[in-house]
């Protein structure tokens, strides 16, 4: 069974940075995508950033695009969110999970615990 763990959430001010670690154990087949997702309090779950896993393409969503950076080790089955110039509106669960296209739309395995980032203003 595929196994998601995600780390290196904290609390931040706002303008800070962070970055993010999702190791996947357990893996069967190599999904065409990983990537970010997280929820806010009262929120629906959103897309953050994906990368293939041949790392020759990246997606971001507009919220993100030019601050937050995604990278992978395919060696270690991790992914990697490095969040700069953090926002207050960026608090939230992060989660990473894996698709077959690079917008993640389906997303493949059951959710890990996510790792909390908070931005203080």
């Known amino acids: 069974q595929v196994r998601l763990v995600e780390s290196g959430g904290g609390l931040v001010q706002a303008g800070g940075s962070l970055r993010l670690s999702c190791a996947a154990s357990?893996?069967?087949?190599?999904?065409?995508?990983m990537g970010w997702f997280r929820q806010a309090p009262g929120k629906q779950r959103e897309f953050v950033a994906a990368?293939?896993?041949?790392?020759?393409?990246?997606y971001y969503a507009d919220s993100v695009k030019g601050r937050f950076t995604i990278s992978g080790d395919n060696a270690k089955n991790t992914v990697y969110l490095q969040m700069n110039s953090l926002k207050p509106e960026d608090t939230a669960v992060y989660y990473c999970?894996?698709?077959?296209?690079?917008?993640?739309?389906?997303?493949?395995?059951?959710w890990g615990q996510g790792t909390q980032v908070t931005v203080s203003s």
């Open positions: 357990g893996l069967t087949f190599i999904s065409y995508a």
């Open positions: 999970n894996r698709g077959a296209t690079i917008d993640l739309r389906t997303p493949f395995d059951s």
């Open positions: 990368i293939s896993w041949s790392g020759g393409t990246t």
